[in-house]
């Protein structure tokens, strides 16, 4: 953790005294960075990530500029878009450099976490893609709370991948069965911040490439809401959307990088209350046609 170059959020320096509610806070969160992915979506024959790169100094800018500043910032996977296997390698090692350099100028007060997307641990995960991301961002599941609220990381690929690293699928069911064993003082809410989302709309939606698959997903679902989690943040699907599973609210936010749905690129700033959390789309363009206007769209 010591040697990332970036300033990620160390769940292992919040102390108990986060665990007490201390007022209401705000965070935001952002999904699929993915540099590299509009230049390979228009097969450009000397790719580079200028576009992406913009983009997310667009998105630092607004959080640094916020008052008062969001206690963190919260990329819910997809940093980069070349996959960590060794064909792609060269490309990753360059992406994940100008991944460093950008993220280096959000402001030293607001920690930065990042969540494991399938662009970053492969599609089909591998026990040396799981240590190349460990090295690059840290843990791909750990909790943290801050301001009384318990805020959990998870790693969406051992859902929607579970028998490719069976080993680290087991070890993280684990981790999310003993959270019931870290709630004391009780917090006033419990969040989850994941790549995939369980379901884009309905809980009982088919299966598809941007949800999890049934068998996973129900299961997950009702052992969510048992211990008391109550919202849920995803990306994956580079398009706003969401539902819910009985009151456990599930958001689906578009990307910083390449939208490929109906909204702009932007991110999401998050109000916690004491009672309830809330939480508005900042849009980074009008609509796509004026993102389009100004070049930073893959179709």
């Given at each position: 953790?010591?040697?990332?170059?970036?300033?990620?959020?160390?769940p292992e320096n919040i102390t108990d005294e986060e665990k007490s509610w201390s007022g209401a806070f705000t965070f935001v969160q952002s999904a699929d960075t993915q540099l590299g992915l509009l230049d390979e979506i228009l097969?450009?024959?000397?790719?580079?990530?200028?576009?992406?790169?913009?983009?997310?100094?667009?998105?630092?800018?607004?959080?640094?500029?916020?008052?008062?500043?969001?206690?963190?910032?919260?990329?819910?996977?997809?940093?980069?878009?070349?996959?960590?296997?060794?064909?792609?390698?060269?490309?990753?090692?360059?992406?994940?450099?100008?991944?460093?350099?950008?993220?280096?100028?959000?402001?030293p007060d607001i920690k930065l976490i990042c969540v494991c997307g399938n662009h970053d641990i492969g599609d089909t995960p591998t026990p040396e893609t799981a240590r190349m991301y460990r090295a690059q961002f840290g843990q791909d599941y750990f909790k943290f709370c801050y301001g009384g609220v318990l805020f959990v990381v998870l790693n969406s690929q051992y859902f929607k991948c579970p028998d490719a690293i069976p080993d680290e699928t087991s070890r993280q069911s684990q981790f999310i069965d003993q959270l019931a064993n870290f709630m004391d003082p009780k917090p006033k809410h419990i969040v989850v911040f994941q790549h995939i989302p369980f379901f884009l709309q309905h809980p009982d939606e088919e299966d598809n490439y941007s949800n999890i698959q049934k068998e996973m997903r129900l299961?997950?679902?009702e052992k969510f809401y048992n211990l008391g989690i109550r919202y849920v943040f995803c990306g994956h699907h580079h398009g706003n959307c969401g539902g819910f599973y009985k009151d456990m609210e599930q958001v689906v936010t578009t990307a910083v990088g390449a939208p490929l749905r109906k909204?702009?690129?932007?991110?999401?700033?998050?109000?916690?209350?004491?009672?309830?959390i809330s939480h508005e789309f900042v849009p980074f363009f009008t609509n796509l046609d004026e993102q389009e206007n100004n070049n930073f769209m893959p179709l």
């Open positions: 953790m010591d040697n990332i170059p970036i300033n990620l959020l160390n097969n450009v024959d000397e790719p580079n990530w200028d576009k992406e790169k913009a983009l997310c100094r667009e998105s630092i800018k607004r959080i640094n500029e916020m008052k008062p500043k969001p206690r963190f910032y919260v990329i819910c996977g997809d940093m980069l878009n070349a996959f960590p296997y060794e064909d792609f390698r060269n490309t990753r090692d360059k992406q994940y450099a100008d991944f460093v350099d950008i993220f280096k100028s959000v402001d299961p997950m679902l909204d702009p690129s932007g991110h999401r700033v998050v109000n916690v209350l004491e009672d309830r």
